[in-house]
C-alpha cells in the first residue's frame, strides 16, 4: 500500500460525512461513534473491529451496537475505495443480535383523553397559549407521522390544501404528507407569527416541556413520539403500508414504529377510524 500520513477515525467519519454530503444528524452519529475509537486507520482491521464490538455489547444497548456495526461497515468500504485500508483482507464483521423493538403507541381513546387536557392547559410559550398550540401539535404529529424537527420546520407557504412538503431533516428527502381536517382546523386556529407553523410559535425544548407536563396532567405515559408511532400503527390498521406514512425508504424499518399489541387489538375489533374529532379538544 501506498505510504500516507496517519488518520484518526474521526477524521475519516468527517471526511465520509463531507465527501458523501451526509445529512447533519447522521453526520453527527458517525462522530460520536467515532471518537470512541482510538485507532489509526491503516491498523484497523476486521479482528479490531469484531472485538470493539463484542466490548461494546457489555456496556451498551444491543441496539446502540447494532447501528455501530453499520456505520463501521461504511466506513471500511469507504476506507478501502480510498486504498486506506487492506480491502482483501475485508470480511463480515461479527454479527450483534438486536431484540426486535416492542414500540407503545397511544390509541385514540388515549389521544382523545390528552385532547381534552391539553384544550385547558395553562400556560403559553411567547408566541401562543398552550390550549392552542398542543391540540394543533398533536393533531399534526398523529395525522403526517412527522419528526419532532419536522414538525417544528413546517412552513406555511409550503401548505397546499391538506398536503404539504417537507424536507426530512434526518434524511435530507423530500416527503409529501396528508394532514386531515382535525389538524387542518387546529392549525388554522394558531397565531401566525413567522414562516413556520410551530417553529415560530415555540422552540424544541420548550415542546418537549410541555408535551411532558401534559401526558402527567393526563396521567398518561409516553412522549410526543407516540403520536408517531400511533399514525403508522393505525395506517397499519387500515391496512396500508406505514412506510410511506413514515417517510422511510426501507420497509423493515416500520417495525420500529408500529404497536403490535395495539394493531392486533384494533384488527380483532375491525376499529380504524380514520380521524379524531377536534371536536373532542374544544
Not at 80 to 85: D, I, N
Not at 219 to 247: I, M, P
Request: proline share 6%; hydrophobic share 40%; charged share 25%.
Amino acid at each position: 500500500m501506498t505510504k500516507i500520513r496517519p488518520m484518526t477515525m474521526l477524521e475519516l467519519a468527517i471526511l465520509y460525512a463531507n465527501r458523501c454530503g451526509a445529512s447533519p444528524g447522521y453526520a453527527e452519529q458517525l462522530r460520536v461513534m467515532a471518537k470512541r475509537l482510538p485507532w489509526d486507520v491503516s491498523e484497523v482491521t476486521p479482528d479490531t473491529i469484531d472485538a470493539y464490538l463484542t466490548d461494546a455489547l457489555r456496556h451498551l444497548a444491543p441496539s446502540t451496537v447494532g447501528n455501530h456495526r453499520r456505520m463501521l461497515r461504511t466506513l471500511w468500504d469507504f476506507a478501502a475505495s480510498e486504498r486506506l485500508v487492506d480491502a482483501s483482507i475485508g470480511r463480515r464483521f461479527r454479527r450483534v443480535k438486536v431484540p426486535r423493538p416492542n414500540p407503545v403507541a397511544w390509541s385514540h381513546d388515549q389521544i382523545r383523553a390528552l385532547l381534552a387536557v391539553a384544550a385547558n392547559m395553562p400556560g403559553r410559550t411567547k408566541g401562543c397559549e398552550l390550549r392552542t398550540l398542543l391540540p394543533a401539535w398533536i393533531l399534526t404529529a398523529y395525522a403526517t407521522g412527522l419528526r419532532l424537527n419536522d414538525l417544528l420546520a413546517l412552513r406555511h407557504d409550503a401548505l397546499r390544501g391538506n398536503r404539504i412538503l417537507v424536507t426530512q431533516s434526518k434524511t435530507t428527502e423530500p416527503h409529501v404528507v396528508q394532514l386531515d381536517e382535525p389538524a387542518l382546523q387546529a392549525i388554522r386556529r394558531l397565531p401566525v407569527k413567522g414562516p413556520r407553523i410551530f417553529g415560530d410559535l415555540v422552540g424544541r425544548s420548550r415542546i418537549l416541556t410541555a408535551m411532558r407536563r401534559l401526558v402527567k396532567l393526563a396521567e398518561a405515559q409516553g412522549t410526543t413520539k407516540f403520536l408517531r408511532r400511533s399514525g403508522a400503527t393505525y395506517v397499519e390498521a387500515e391496512g396500508k403500508d406505514a412506510t410511506r406514512h413514515l417517510g422511510h425508504k426501507s420497509p423493515g424499518m416500520k417495525q420500529f414504529y408500529i404497536d403490535r399489541l395495539l394493531l392486533s387489538e384494533l384488527r380483532r375489533d375491525h376499529v380504524a377510524p380514520p380521524t379524531i374529532e377536534l371536536a373532542d379538544s374544544a
